[in-house]
């Protein structure tokens, strides 16, 4: 009977040591599910890699959700990482282990010399950006960029303006990474990023989509508003609609203020909420105005201004109430929409705009190290949240 509780006790110990160090690292290593959530990262393969070495940095990059999950499918499939080359390679964010490396063997996906323009960039920064890569001036992209239906942008994004809204490239500059080289002038260059945008926009269904965004306020018209001092553009003639220029404006802000890809839709509902809420009987925002900060920072960078960061101790309320200045996101003078988009947005960006998640929300703050907000509907719960990412560091 001893011999017999010995073995059991020898078995029983085996069995967790075995669950624990073989069949949990083998069989549940975690793992993301398809081909990845539309977030493009441009990975290095350096020589001298192991597969184990290229599944440490996937997860790092945030490609796979573990090193075991891409080095599992790698030996699943007669240990066929060992024959990725050396190079650059374009993947998505959240790739199952299985994606990632059929992405890292397809050598469509291979990087030759590219110019990786990443999401988020303002038109001046991709000029610039290119221009480094190229040798091409930056003038020559700025003097390509003044007429933006040549380059392939479709006179619909235009359709709907009111007085303050220009044409402009931004936002039609789609984030990705391009072959481009010496050979190719500015317009080429600038056709192909707006090229890979339109293609973008069809394969996310963007258009169609914009159809189904539910009026957030239907009883309240705030271009109808009998205030002299709220002046809000573009007019709506009563009805209550979303051009597809008004989306990507949402989409541009949303790649400016957002941290994680959960919170997207979040802050494009906010943002929906704010240009269109009855703020004189909910009594929270003080206008139909966006009021980011973001959009403050690109009016400056249009001006050749460096951007100014969140910790900076100036009145922000106050600075961003200049009603002279169509970049002033508080100023019920420049109320509604904006005179273009702010920044290039990648295709998350464009699907949470198309896409808004429902919520009564008004308010969000940055709360967490790792980007994540919290949001609110009163400005009291947004106080409480506040006070929350102060406590985290994150506001001074």
């Avoid at 994680?260 to 802050?267: F, G, R, S």
């Avoid at 969140?310 to 200049?322: A, F, K, P, R």
């Amino acid at each position: 009977m001893t011999v017999v509780v010995a073995l059991f006790a020898i078995l029983g110990v085996g069995g967790w040591w075995a669950y624990n160090n073989v069949i949990k690292e083998r069989f549940l290593a975690e793992d993301f599910e398809g081909a990845g959530n539309g977030t493009e990262v441009v990975v290095d393969i350096k020589d001298g890699m192991f597969v184990t070495d290229i599944g440490d940095m996937l997860a790092e990059e945030g490609v796979v959700a573990s090193a075991r999950a891409f080095t599992n499918a790698s030996s699943d499939d007669g240990n066929s990482g060992e024959s990725i080359q050396v190079g650059s390679y374009t993947l998505q964010e959240e790739m199952s282990g299985v994606a990632a490396l059929a992405a890292l063997l397809d050598p469509a996906n291979r990087v030759a010399g590219g110019a990786t323009i990443p999401e988020g960039f303002t038109s001046m920064e991709v000029y610039a950006q290119l221009s480094d890569f190229t040798g091409v001036p930056i003038e020559d992209f700025e003097e390509a960029a003044k007429d933006p239906e040549a380059l392939g942008v479709d006179p619909l994004w235009f359709e709907g303006f009111g007085e303050r809204q220009v044409k402009s490239v931004e936002g039609f500059l789609f984030p990705s990474t391009y072959d481009f080289n010496e050979d190719w002038s500015a317009e080429d260059m600038l056709k192909a990023m707006v090229a890979k945008f339109n293609q973008t926009i069809d394969e996310i269904g963007f258009l169609d989509a914009l159809k189904d965004i539910p009026d957030p306020d239907p009883d309240f018209d705030p271009s109808a508003l009998s205030m002299p001092d709220q002046e809000y553009d573009p007019p709506t003639d009563g009805e209550y609609r979303v051009d597809p220029w008004m989306a990507l404006q949402i989409a541009s802000i949303v790649q400016s203020e957002s941290g994680v890809p959960e919170d997207d839709a979040k802050i494009a509902q906010t943002m929906y909420n704010r240009v269109n809420f009855d703020w004189i009987t909910g009594g929270e925002i003080r206008c139909n105005c966006f009021h980011s900060e973001a959009i403050w920072n690109y009016g400056r960078q249009l001006d050749g201004e460096e951007p100014i960061t969140s910790g900076e101790d100036i009145d922000w309320e106050t600075l961003m109430q200049d009603g002279e200045n169509p970049w002033a996101p508080n100023a019920k003078e420049k109320a509604g929409y904006l005179p273009s988009a702010i920044s290039n947005p990648g295709a998350v960006q464009l699907e949470a705009a198309a896409k808004p998640e429902a919520g009564d929300w008004l308010y969000f703050v940055t709360a967490f190290e790792d980007g994540r907000a919290l949001f609110a509907e009163t400005y009291a719960d947004h106080q409480d949240n506040v006070e929350t990412a102060k406590a985290n560091g994150m506001i001074k």
